[in-house]
């Protein structure tokens, strides 16, 4: 009988197994590089393939016509990418977007490292350390017309929706000046989405959505009755938002926000880019509470034209005012900026006296506005300033803290979200 059972599940798995590599044989390429010739007229400067290779180097690009990913609501976009170790200017990698639909990768020069994927007009996801000097494969699947995007089969980002178009599909770009070559082969096209081996489409994963001035990651809702709560704030956010996540896991949902507009108040007549940005974000509400720090580190660090504190208090008004109007349900929370220390060669960290003079008078200014519209603070300045004890000797990191000391700062901010939420 155990041999009989044995047998059987051999069989099974046998035939598992065949099915599984017929159905990997049945998905075919409606275009793959080397099989499918490269049309000349639609190419610009040299395109030449040699060793199933192709050369970029920003002064040429070629073209796939659009029918190669169907009617684009299920596709995939697969390569592979190597740069020089010594390579230098971004390069769009492939691309069919227009102002307002479609999908375009680029690669930002090797200083910097990063992919750049921009989703409808809008840059959606920015990955740090992209590539390596080796080929890297790069997936793109995009399936009921959102988008998950994979590096060696492992996943770095997934989009909203991606907005068909008519455009071609192009890889490379010309730009006013040329950039170090890059090696791009083995691309292949797919009409159907084909998610690498082992990969759980299933799994709870944050989605990046963007607009005019924003790029946010937002959690599917899958229970409307649970309230949700929108983090908005600097790398220092990055440092206690998981911690937030994580104690209101199956209780609330929460969003983050980084980077954008926001933080952005220069004003030319009636154009305020914060409140654009703030508009599009809060339409992917409504929020329950939002903690909210406008990137102060980055405003506040005393480079010229970051903030003008002449101004700032006017401008901040106006957002505040704002963010009343378009959100009276909402509660907002402010989060103060924290301390800037400076480190010298050796020894302990200390208050930097310039840099962080300017983020406490900014604070106080801010605390008197929110004073006055009735928002709530949560003062993690303070917290970090005692806290300077937990940062190693000469650490060149002027702003960031350790992990104990980010978990305190989400230990108020939550304290303060419950109390939100318990008068709801």
């Known amino acids: 009988m155990i041999i009989s059972n044995l047998l059987k599940l051999a069989t099974i798995a046998a ?56 009617n684009q609501e299920n596709y995939t976009i697969e390569f592979e990418f190597r740069r020089a170790a010594d390579a230098k200017g971004g390069l769009r990698l492939v691309s069919n977007m227009d102002s307002e639909s479609g999908l375009s ?35 793109i ?9 994979f590096r060696d089969d492992l996943i770095l980002a997934m989009t909203d929706a991606v907005k068909p178009n008519g455009l071609p599909l192009t890889f490379g770009n010309v730009e006013a000046s040329p950039t170090t070559p890059y090696a791009i082969r083995k691309i292949k096209v797919y009409d159907q989405a084909i998610f690498p081996t082992g990969f759980d489409e299933n799994a709870d994963r944050m989605r990046y ?78 929020y329950e509470v939002v903690s909210w720090n406008a990137m102060t580190l980055h405003m506040w660090n005393g480079s010229p034209g970051r903030v003008d504190e002449v101004k700032y208090p006017g401008q901040m008004t106006r957002v505040v005012k704002h963010l009343k109007q378009i959100a009276p349900n909402t509660d907002f929370m402010w989060v103060r900026c924290t301390p800037w220390r400076t480190t010298p060669d050796s020894g302990r960290p200390v208050i930097d006296p310039v840099k962080n003079d300017l983020i406490v008078r900014l604070n106080n200014v801010t605390d008197a506005i929110m004073d006055t519209h009735g928002i709530s603070k949560i003062d993690v300045y303070s917290l970090c300033e005692a806290r300077f004890d937990t940062v190693r000797d000469a650490c060149p990191d002027a702003v960031h803290w350790p992990t104990s000391v980010n978990a305190e700062m989400a230990e108020l901010i939550i304290d303060e979200i419950e109390a939100k939420l318990s008068e709801k």
Not at 41 to 67: K, M, Q, V, Y
Not at 115 to 137: C, M, P, T, Y
Not at 252 to 269: E, K, L, Q, R
């Open 209 to 286: 959505f963007s607009g005019e001035g924003y790029a946010m990651q937002r959690v599917e809702i899958k229970d409307p009755s649970l309230p949700r709560i929108l983090v908005v704030g600097d790398s220092i956010s990055m440092g206690y938002r998981r911690f937030i996540t994580g104690h209101f896991l199956g209780r609330a949902y929460v969003d983050y926000w980084v980077g954008g507009s926001w933080f952005n108040y220069s004003v030319t007549d009636d154009e305020f880019p914060a409140l654009r940005a703030w508009d599009g974000v809060l339409e992917n509400g409504p």
């Open 141 to 149: 699947v995009v399936k009921e017309c959102k988008l998950t995007l």
């Open 15 to 70: 035939t598992l197994i065949a099915a599984s590599v017929l159905l990997a044989h049945e998905a075919q390429p409606t275009w793959e590089l080397g099989r499918e010739s490269i049309d000349s007229s639609s190419s610009t400067g040299n395109i030449e393939l040699r060793e199933s290779e192709i050369t970029l180097d920003g002064t040429n690009s070629f073209c796939l016509p659009p029918a190669v990913v169907g």
């Open 105 to 139: 990768l680029r690669y930002h020069p090797p200083s910097y490292n990063a992919g750049l994927l921009s989703i409808n007009g809008h840059q959606a996801v920015e990955q740090r350390g992209f590539l390596a000097d080796g080929f890297a494969k790069i997936t």
